[in-house]
């Protein structure tokens, strides 16, 4: 079983990594936990979520990780059980607070008792307001990207700079799924009182709350950032485009009285002037007349 257990004065931290069958029964064997909840820790599709039951809670909560080859957050599940004296965490190893906070109660002695002298529900805010920083971090790295983007738009290639803004947007829709629904878990703790968790934490859950909340409210901004920056290079690409459109526009308008001359001239037919002697350099001088003409027009009507 890859079980690990820290235990302060009366307060027991089991830590479950890659949980399997076998630590589920052992849970059961141990615990008065309802079936339901047990199947629910092998299930990798839960939603977030509080289970109230008499002697205990039973809590999903979801935190992103960022995935390189993707570029993008994905989600990683958290299960928690909380009773009188004890807190179980089940996850797969790879939410680095969590991960962090175990090994510093198993190994330091201050850590054990700052974290877990004052019961379960103190312990369960160590770990929800670690988390809840660790997210903060990612949302600055995004802050980050976006803000190298806004640096960038008006001198890169817009190519790279529409796959860059279309990767952060993912992401910022992912990290919005992710952490809406955490609001209305840590909200629910927030707002009753349970007899296994010490009173007075609501306002250590309310800060938690806040957390939860800011991190939404920079999302938001993330989002209307992007879909700015989005609507910016669309317009600059729509901009280059006519610019070039314009361009290709002038150079057709040039030489059509060009092909036209040079057509009636190329006409098996008698035609004025061809025996002249200086024909061709005519020819010449009336093309670049043409185009003259044709330049100044366009510049005085402000076309180029």
């Avoid at 992401?171 to 955490?182: F, G, M, T, Y």
Wanted: hydrophobic fraction near 40%.
């Amino acid at each position: 079983m890859s079980m690990s257990t820290v235990t302060e004065g009366k307060v027991s931290w089991i830590n479950i990594e890659h949980p399997s069958h076998d630590d589920i029964e052992h849970l059961r064997r141990y615990y008065p936990f309802h079936p339901l909840d047990l199947e629910d820790c092998l299930s990798d599709i839960e939603r977030p979520k509080v289970d109230e039951y008499e002697n205990y809670l039973f809590i999903v909560m979801h935190y992103p990780i960022y995935d390189l080859n993707k570029q993008v957050s994905r989600f990683s599940e958290v299960d928690v059980f909380i009773g009188s004296g004890y807190l179980i965490t089940l996850h797969h190893g790879e939410l680095p607070p969590l991960i962090q906070l175990f090994e510093e109660c198993q190994k330091d002695e201050r850590a054990r008792i700052r974290h877990m002298s004052k019961g379960a529900g103190q312990l369960l805010y160590g770990i929800l307001d670690r988390t809840v920083d660790y997210e903060m971090r990612i949302l600055t790295k995004v802050g980050g990207r976006i803000g190298q983007v806004e640096g960038r738009i008006f001198t890169e290639d817009m190519r790279y700079i529409v796959e860059e803004i279309s990767i952060i947007r993912r992401d910022v829709i992912a990290l919005r799924r992710i952490i809406k629904p955490q609001i209305a878990v840590i909200s629910n703790l927030e707002r009753k009182d349970r007899p296994f968790i010490r009173e007075g934490m609501e306002v250590y859950f309310g800060d938690i709350v806040d957390g939860f909340s800011r991190a939404w409210d920079e999302l938001e901004d993330h989002r209307e950032v992007i879909e700015s920056l989005s609507a910016t290079s669309e317009s600059i690409t729509s901009y280059r485009i006519n610019e070039t459109m314009r361009a290709l526009t002038v150079i057709s308008v040039l030489l059509l009285p060009l092909t036209l001359l040079a057509g009636i001239y190329g006409m098996n037919v008698p035609l004025p002037f061809m025996k002249h002697p200086y024909v061709f350099w005519g020819i010449v001088v009336v093309m670049l007349a043409t185009i003259v003409s044709l330049l100044l027009f366009f510049r005085r009507r402000k076309w180029v």
